[in-house]
């Protein structure tokens, strides 16, 4: 199954390690290390033009994502018809 994390991007669910709250990431030290450190190895996606409401890690890439934490975790939910 596939999340669809807005704009015209989507991930396999499974690949899946984390939906974190840009705010909250951009905010904190270690956060901003963890996006520096993406950006400098090629592996963050953005969206020119567009905000990042939250951000999408798996294991190789951290993509940004204009919908909220909530609606990525519903979206997640509904595909998996459990709690995520």
């Known amino acids: 199954m596939y999340l669809h994390i807005g ?26 290390a963890f996006l520096t450190a993406a950006r400098r ?14 951000y999408v890690v798996t294991g190789s890439t951290v993509y940004a994502s204009p919908l909220s934490t909530a609606t990525l975790r519903r979206r997640a939910v509904s595909l998996k018809g459990q709690d995520v």
């Open 41 to 54: 190895s090629g592996r963050l996606r953005l969206n020119p033009g567009r905000r990042a409401s939250s």
């Open 7 to 32: 704009d015209d991007r989507v991930i396999p669910l499974k690949e899946i390690v984390a939906m974190l709250h840009a705010d909250a990431l951009e905010e904190s030290a270690g956060g901003q």
